[in-house]
């Protein structure tokens, strides 16, 4: 008998998503937007947003003014401040558009299928879904799509999650352990599995989705809230203002038209981050769904931004996962090629992840490839009694395993331990390593060095995260000396060896103490008080359902890794709200040089003008200044609404230096920008002869 053995090389799938991002300005989008910034005209819709609601009002009070002493420039400034309010409605309605198209895949998910409930007697019977209830038994097998959530209580299957993670590659879920989670709308591939529901209808994993991505309820986070109240104050701060120019002008023995002070109110508010601010709330969430990241509140996301302190766990975030072959050790006469040659005999029948890679360590070393068997062979599992696997071809026996019970099986059979061995043994263990000995009957050959490999990338990743002021501290169960040596190589500030359930909530509460905002990711039941704790818990899809109840976040791909990502993503969200403040409040210097000269003008005369000097800008008449500005102040929040969807570019700094750098770009721009585009549409007023 002759088998030929071939190394498959594997790719991952690409993971597609609960909903792809969609074009920034997506046909089916854009057309609802446009629609929708009309519906939101409604006075109860506008009162929610304090700016734009007087940005409302002062439009119905220039309408007003239009038909009684009707001009072209008092219809041009009411045309454009009920452009600026639509403006402000289809910059919320991108963002929740692109929100409701996300949910609308969603609710194709969904499915009115049959159940299989257990009665208590043992027997099924077939009920609709829909009248499924919490504590349910119900039975699945191959083909049959899972009714709702629940845990498996019995039995292991593999899953097709393709519809809630975009994963083709199926999964395995079983009872009794940190994988028996399984989401309704999910199918059944294999197997037989009992699971015990856990939602309500309409309250399972993907009603959430749908609520949380359509973002119909979202409830604005309490920085949203403040900067909300501050906006209100600024605006009722400007009233009186306004107001208060009518009395200075009458004594001055003129007058100035109350299109004119609308105009000014409008263009002083902050009427840029008003119309935006919504938006870039509901475009934060729309990023983190983009990564498959699903966050129970907007104050998640917020939170995410401000963490301090980060708890990554070793296996599967900073290393890969599995342990992997990377380096062979000879012992005695023997060479590193021929370890090579014995240890990949051995792990040919080795599918888990370390025999694989053993496989193809010997195969990129020494080429090592295409293994043909010749005669009798039979291939030896590896069991918890042996603590070894192998080959056996006719009378040659060849063993990997533990080094204890290498050493024992070879001298058993009559060989020796080479006096180097258990040097090179424990020298691996210090480093941090598993060390596998290889024997090709009584003559040990030498040793396979199984190490946890450190992510690609990772340690740049940590210092980023240390330029920004944020901590990241390793959780591992391996002792302190494996956990020292991965920390040092992957670049964590700190790590918690040994960790305990205990160990992890002391140690929040330990950062939290401290004034910090702590992150922390995890899947298993034991994680559900962490996660709890945690000001940001991300859990993962896989987990349990305690896991996912405990979190503000889920990770619908269930990569520990998106911790980074999640404050990546927060982080711009505040600086985007930032930025966009700073610039919108910039702003009003350019508008003020243009609009109180021109309403001096007004009043007194173009000759001998007392506040003649502040007309900078030289704008045509009073007339083209006011409109310049009305006109700017509502294409201003069109050419920002990319911007807003699409968030601030986000660079890993210190705290000081973004601060300098927007305050730069969106300060000191949003005082330069109005002057020249403001200029500039004077010039095409005049050129249209528009007013």
């Not at 790719?11 to 939101?40: M, N, W």
């Not at 099924?124 to 499924?132: F, G, K, S």
Request: hydrophobic residues 45%; contains cysteine; negative net charge.
């Amino acid at each position: 008998m002759t088998t030929v053995i071939n190394q498959p090389v594997a790719g991952p799938s690409e993971p597609h998503g609960v909903a792809q991002a969609k074009g920034l300005f997506d046909g089916p989008i854009l057309r609802q937007a446009l629609r929708d910034s009309v519906r939101k005209m409604n006075p109860r819709t506008q009162v929610k947003n304090p700016v734009m609601f007087v940005v409302l009002v002062g439009s119905v009070i220039t309408f007003i003014e239009a038909i009684a002493h009707p001009s072209k420039f008092t219809w041009s400034i009411t045309i454009w401040l009920v452009l600026t309010v639509l403006f402000a409605n289809f910059a919320e309605a991108m963002a929740e558009g692109r929100g409701k198209a996300q949910a609308e895949t969603l609710r194709k998910m969904r499915s009115e299928t049959e159940a299989r409930r257990l009665k208590p007697d043992g027997t099924e019977e077939l009920i609709a879904a829909a009248n499924l209830s919490k504590g349910d038994l119900v039975v699945c097998e191959a083909g049959d799509v899972i009714p709702s959530d629940g845990e498996i209580i019995e039995g292991i299957a593999s899953v097709d999650e393709s519809a809630i993670t975009g994963e083709s590659a199926p999964v395995v879920r079983e009872s009794g352990g940190d994988r028996s989670a399984v989401t309704g709308g999910t199918k059944v591939l294999s197997d037989r599995i009992v699971v015990r529901i856990t939602a309500e209808r309409g309250h399972t994993f993907i009603d959430r989705m749908i609520t949380l991505v359509e973002g119909a309820n979202r409830q604005k986070t309490p920085n949203e809230i403040a900067l909300t109240i501050l906006l209100a104050v600024l605006t009722i701060i400007f009233i009186p203002v306004v107001v208060t120019l009518v009395p200075f002008a009458n004594y001055g023995g003129a007058s100035v038209s109350v299109v004119v002070l609308v105009a000014l109110l409008v263009c002083l508010i902050p009427t840029t981050i008003g119309a935006l601010l919504s938006a870039i709330g509901i475009a934060g969430m729309d990023r983190l769904v983009q990564k498959n990241v699903l966050a129970m509140s907007g104050r998640a996301v917020e939170a995410a931004g401000d963490v301090q302190t980060l708890l990554l766990d070793k296996t599967g975030t900073i290393t890969l996962g599995n342990r992997m072959a990377s380096t062979f050790f000879p012992v005695g006469n023997h060479t590193e090629q021929e370890v090579a040659d014995v240890a990949q005999l051995a792990s040919l029948a080795d599918e888990t992840p370390e025999g694989r890679s053993i496989v193809v360590l010997a195969k990129e070393l020494f080429d090592i490839r295409e293994r043909q068997l010749e005669g009798d062979h039979a291939f030896i599992p590896f069991t918890a009694t042996t603590r070894m696997s192998g080959l056996d071809i006719g009378s040659r026996q060849i063993r990997k395993g533990a080094g204890d019970s290498v050493k024992r099986w070879a001298t058993e059979l009559g060989g020796t331990v080479p006096p180097d061995l258990d040097v090179i043994v424990e020298s691996v263990s210090r480093a941090g390593s598993t060390p596998l000995v290889v024997a090709d009957g009584p003559d040990i050959i030498g040793v396979i060095e199984l190490k946890d490999v450190v992510k690609q990338g990772i340690r740049e990743k940590f210092e980023e995260m240390r330029q920004m002021g944020i901590r990241t501290i390793m959780i591992t169960g391996d002792n302190p000396l494996t956990a020292a040596a991965i920390a040092q190589e992957a670049g964590v500030d700190d790590f918690l060896a040994e960790a305990t359930p205990e160990a992890k909530m002391a140690l929040i509460k330990q950062e939290q103490e401290g004034g910090k905002l702590v992150a922390m990711t995890g899947d298993g039941t034991n994680d559900a008080p962490a996660l709890a704790q945690a000001d940001v818990g991300v859990a993962m899809n896989t987990g349990t359902t305690a896991a996912k109840e405990a979190g503000n976040m889920v990770d619908l791909d269930s990569n520990p890794t998106k911790l980074l990502d999640v404050v990546e993503i927060g982080k711009q969200l505040l600086i985007t709200r930032g930025s966009l403040t700073t610039f919108s409040i910039a702003n009003d210097v350019a508008k003020y040089f243009a609009i109180i000269p021109a309403i001096f003008v007004f009043a007194y005369g173009l000759k001998n003008n007392p506040l003649g000097a502040l007309n900078i800008m030289k704008l045509h008449s009073p007339e083209s200044a006011v409109l310049s500005a009305v006109i700017f102040n509502a294409l201003v929040i069109i050419a920002l609404i990319p911007l807003a969807l699409r968030g601030v570019k986000f660079r890993a700094s210190k705290s000081s230096v973004i601060l300098r750098r927007n305050v730069l770009i969106f300060g000191v721009g949003g005082v330069i920008v109005p002057f020249i585009f403001i200029k500039l549409i004077d010039l095409i007023l005049v050129a249209l002869h528009a007013y």
